[in-house]
């Protein structure tokens, strides 16, 4: 499977200013995918991320809160806007396995964010 | 309605014994199905995927898939402290990767 790392590994943060984090995968994958899990709790889908698309965002979730870029098949950034400590979770980022017969998801490591 | 279900547990079993960790679906046309196991303070880490109905087995571990009953299993034998997790069961009903997962069922495995 793909090797993913996550830039940072976790962040303290001040409410009302924004983290960009990094998502970098060792091979190119068509699709990749950023997710939150607040504490506690489990997973839930924010965006698929497309290279050469704009994202497309799960209900709850929004362009101007979540903005994302995919610039290439191996990178893509989710930028956490006006945080507040209701963002306070931790945020991964998964790619699809190559074969699509078996559309299997692999994580990065995540970063955890604290919003004070 | 949660669309992924599994109990939140503790399931606690005896070392060597055969955990059995279960997870219902609503979606009924859903084709793929996923178990990640993980750890506290660390990323899901995928043990199996299963698509068929029946039997899916690699190692200690072997999922159930059941449609019609909408119902997916992951049976792990002899047990280990180490398998000692959280196992989340995850759906993607539409093939699209866009995975839902259940809330997780948190499994301790006792020496």
């Known amino acids: 499977s793909a090797v993913i790392s996550q830039k940072p590994s976790r962040d303290i943060c001040q409410r009302g200013t924004s983290l960009t984090i990094q998502c970098q995968v060792d091979?190119?994958?068509?699709?990749m995918f950023w997710y939150r899990q607040q504490p506690g709790q489990s997973l839930t889908l924010i965006a698929t991320?497309?290279?050469?698309?704009?994202?497309?965002?799960e209900s709850g979730f929004v362009i101007d809160k979540f903005p994302i870029s995919r610039p290439n098949l191996t990178f893509s950034t989710l930028t956490v806007s006006n945080m507040s400590p209701e963002d306070s979770s931790i945020y991964l980022c998964?790619?699809?396995?190559?074969?699509?017969?078996?559309?299997?998801?692999?994580f990065g490591p995540g970063t955890r964010l604290t919003v004070l | 309605q949660k669309e992924v279900e599994q109990n939140s547990g503790p399931l606690s079993v005896p070392e060597g014994a055969i955990a059995s960790l279960n997870c219902t679906y609503s979606?009924?046309?859903?084709?793929?199905f996923f178990w990640y196991r993980q750890y506290s303070g660390k990323s899901p880490e995928l043990i199996m995927s299963?698509?068929?109905?029946g039997d899916k087995e690699d190692g200690r571990f072997t999922a159930q898939l059941n449609k019609a009953s909408q119902y997916v299993s992951l049976l792990i034998r002899d047990s280990q402290p180490s398998d000692s997790a959280t196992y989340l069961c995850?759906?993607?009903?539409?093939?699209?990767?866009?995975?839902?997962f259940g809330q997780g069922t948190t499994l301790q495995v006792k020496p």
């Open positions: 998964s790619v699809e396995d190559r074969d699509r017969v078996s559309n299997e998801q692999f």
């Open positions: 091979s190119q994958v068509t699709m």
């Open positions: 991320a497309n290279q050469g698309s704009e994202a497309t965002y």
């Open positions: 979606d009924r046309v859903s084709q793929s």
């Open positions: 299963i698509y068929s109905n």
């Open positions: 995850a759906v993607d009903p539409g093939n699209t990767g866009k995975l839902i």
